[in-house]
């Protein structure tokens, strides 16, 4: 075994290693929003070498940042243009390995797409400061050099031999295997024949073992496989496309290339789109490599997750299995990284840095050399233009594992088969439903809309309860017993009296969300056993695999769920997914509406009929002749695409154009209004540079700050952000308003 040292080197302390030669002024970027990085001294007996963590002064306080590169690596000059006599101090360089250029170019990078300050970006890739530190040290035992005069018993020889044959331990571990009381061990020490040692290294992780046979792949599945394992071995650059239907075995898939990477004794980086997939995700690859992977998300206990990026960084932890920001993580020895579902939403990061966690995926893998592979049974429109371009492969699966059939659509048209007043069950939907508990098989109800209304309205005066911080709807959470803001979290108790006109009792909800839908199938099957998953009774991965197990051991025979749902769940004897409300999606006149709502519906479709059953789907609609239901019902997905495509181009929409937001917001209305217009009146329009609005931001009010918009939207050879930066900087406003820059905006908020 060996140990990690994480000392800390402080100047003034003579330096071992051969790190003479170094510049005697360096750039040190710290995890904070600055303009770039800082210049610091290098004191002759602390030599550095960029990528070290140190400490340095700022201000009156002490920091941890990272040595920078020399500007012509990473273009930024100092921020502090100080000549060499007031230049501070480098104070300390900690023992944390350093963090490697492909690290440091991907921050730069990051940094310099979004217009945001490398800094900033930094941050995330330090999220857990007290990672950088060692944690207490562990007191280990070993033979002492010199072994004194001791008395002699059976259990004393065990723990001698013990040692003597292997590494220093941990007073249980020796204990454990010398089978001994841990008084036996202390009592060795006590008398000098043990040495304590204190050590500052992270126990070692159970290794995932690549050797374990995997499940005999069909000949589909094996190409794919084979042209992974390729792609590992050649450790370069490649971006691969995993494009198969739901329940194909695109997980299987991916593990050979995994297995491959492990086998190398290098690491992987699985993205997953949301943490309630993760657990059984970490049961398939237990199944599959023994152990578990190490899991990266905000859910994950923070103590948790400074063991998690340590052994990221000196190269223990093997497979990280995590959300977006599991993309900053410090890998040593990357040689993969997959993106699951990487058609979904949840990638794209809206605050603070704001990033596409699969754009910045293929980033990553660039910049360190590694293939990606992205999975999806609904690949966005961006993935597949890049297919079109010769930019990515396509591996395609076109038929589930196992023979299994992929689920029969059919559309349910509301505007003639309509559910009774105040249910949104159709008849039709609901005869099926009675034939699928009859055959004691398992139903999906599909809403997307949390709580039980998404609307009370007064039926006295018309007045509806909206948001005080937003331009929304109050949502009527009647398990909670309250009114709940979806966007900035205010809440507010039920009003009995309408707060507009006074009258009593009038207040109405309208329309259905999945708590209303609930009550109706209770009235409609009180015998049936009825389940909720949204993210208001699913907050963290076990409660999510909790429901997951209960599905799937049939304790379960409605789900009731929103998108939350829809995800990559396998459900055996799950049959009938009925969708409510198809058109929900549709509204709102988002860029990527349909194509979003095909996503989205074809992936809850494919939770049914998974095994042997054969499963049906039925969309509740009224408009049946809508371009996304008539490709689901049909299956036409690629002539689906095609036409999207066809529509984006003409209007230079990405992804053949590029676009940018620009979201001016603050308190104060009219400073915001003459910020946004002075944006627009100094706009550089030309060609290839058209600039959208002002307009109110849908979300006019949010949070409680007002919002205006512009959209910037240019051709592919322009780069966007040189302009923008140009722009706006010929632009003063006031430091209450906020101007953010969303490149490559999804939320059209
Ligand atoms: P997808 O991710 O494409 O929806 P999964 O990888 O979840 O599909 O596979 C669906 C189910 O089929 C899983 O239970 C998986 O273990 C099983 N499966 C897929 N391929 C094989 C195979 N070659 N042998 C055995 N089981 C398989
Ligand atoms: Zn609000």
């Known amino acids: 075994m060996m140990f990690t040292l994480y000392r800390m080197e402080k100047s003034g302390a003579s330096s071992t290693d051969n790190r003479e030669g170094a510049a005697k002024r360096v750039r040190v970027l710290l995890p904070l929003p600055l303009a770039g990085p800082y210049d610091y001294r290098v004191p002759p007996e602390l030599p550095v070498i960029p990528g070290d963590f140190v400490q340095v002064p700022l201000g009156k306080q002490v920091r941890i940042g990272v040595v920078w590169d020399p500007i012509d690596t990473s273009g930024y000059p100092a921020a502090n243009a100080v000549d060499d006599s007031r230049l501070r101090d480098i104070e300390a360089r900690l023992g944390t390995p350093p963090m490697t250029e ?77 089978a001994v009381g841990a008084g036996v061990v202390r009592a060795l020490a006590g ?133 977006r920001s599991a993309l900053f993580l410090p890998f040593r ?52 233009n890049n297919v079109k371009q010769g930019r990515y492969t396509r591996l395609h699966l ?64 018309g007045h509806r309860l909206e948001c005080p911080n937003c331009t929304s709807w109050l949502v009527e959470h009647r398990f909670q017993g309250r009114l709940n803001c979806h966007h900035c979290g205010y809440f507010t108790q039920m009003p009995t009296s309408c707060p507009e006109c006074g009258a009593e009792d009038r207040m109405t909800a309208c329309g259905p969300g999945v708590e209303r839908l609930a009550e109706e199938v209770g009235a409609l099957w009180p015998e049936a056993r009825v389940e909720l998953m949204t993210s208001d009774t699913i907050w963290s991965p076990s409660a999510a695999a909790d429901i997951v197990r209960r599905v799937q051991a049939h304790e379960i025979d409605i789900l009731i769920g929103t998108q939350l749902v829809a995800k990559g769940h396998h459900f055996p004897n799950l049959t009938l997914v009925g969708v409510v409300d198809a058109d929900l999606g549709l509204g709102g006149g988002d860029l990527r509406a349909a194509e979003r709502t095909y996503q989205l519906l074809h992936q809850v479709a494919g939770r049914a009929g998974r095994e042997a059953r054969p499963g049906h789907v039925l969309l509740q609609t009224h408009h049946p002749e809508h371009p996304v239901m008539a490709a689901l ?49 100094n706009a550089p329009q030309t060609q290839d540079f058209k600039v959208l609005g002002p307009a109110p931001a849908p979300l006019a009010l949010l949070r409680g700050r007002h919002r205006r918009r512009l959209l910037v939207r240019t051709t592919r050879s322009v780069r966007i952000q040189d302009r923008l930066q140009t722009w706006l900087a010929s632009v003063r406003s006031p430091n209450a308003v906020r101007v953010q820059v969303d490149i490559d905006p999804y939320s059209f908020l």
């Open 102 to 178: 492909a690290m440091r170019r991907f921050v730069d990078w990051v940094a310099a797409y979004s217009m945001s300050a490398p800094g900033a970006v930094l941050r995330m890739a330090v999220s857990i400061p007290e990672a950088l530190t060692p944690g207490r040290p562990r007191i280990v035992y070993r033979l002492a050099e010199m072994i004194p005069d001791y008395r002699e018993t059976s259990a004393r020889t065990r723990v001698i031999d013990v040692l003597r044959d292997g590494p220093a331990r941990g007073v249980n571990d020796l204990a454990r295997e010398a």
């Open 191 to 323: 008398i000098g024949v043990l040495d304590a040692v204190e050590v500052f290294d992270d126990v070692p992780l159970p290794q995932p073992d690549p050797t374990l046979p995997g499940p005999e792949l069909s000949d589909a599945q094996a190409e794919a496989a084979a042209d992974f394992v390729d792609r590992v071995e050649a450790s370069s650059f490649s971006v691969a496309l995993l494009d198969g239907v739901t329940g194909s075995g695109k997980t299987e898939v991916y593990f050979e290339a995994i297995a491959k990477a492990l086998s190398a004794g290098r690491q992987v980086l699985v993205l997953l789109p949301e943490i309630a997939l993760t657990a059984q995700f970490l049961e398939r690859f237990e199944v599959r490599f023994g152990v578990r992977p190490e899991e990266w998300h905000s859910d994950v206990p923070r103590a948790r997750r400074r063991r998690v990026w340590r052994s990221v960084a000196d190269g223990r932890a093997r497979v990280v299995v995590g959300a």
């Open 333 to 384: 020895e990357l040689c993969l990284i997959t993106v699951d579902e990487e058609h979904d939403l949840s990638y794209k990061q809206e605050d603070g840095v704001i990033y596409h966690a699969r754009d910045m995926a293929v980033v990553r893998a660039r910049l360190e050399g590694v293939p990606v592979v992205l999975v999806s049974a609904t690949p966005s429109l961006e993935t597949v």
């Open 398 to 461: 076109t038929a589930r594992h196992g023979g299994a059939e992929l689920p029969a659509i059919s559309v349910v048209d509301l505007r003639r088969d309509s559910p009774e007043r105040q249910s949104w069950i159709a008849p039709r939907l609901r005869e099926a439903l009675t034939d699928t508990l009859k055959a004691h098989e398992q139903s999906l109800l599909f809403l997307n809309r949390r709580g039980y209304a998404p609307l009370t309205l007064c039926r006295a005066c």
């Open 633 to 681: 019902v049909s299956g036409e997905r690629d002539a689906f695409m095609r036409a999207e495509a066809e529509q984006r181009k003409l209007g230079n929409w990405p992804p053949f154009g590029r676009l940018a937001a620009i979201i001016v917001s603050g308190s104060d209305e009219s400073d915001v209004d003459s910020v946004a217009r002075l944006l627009s009146r």
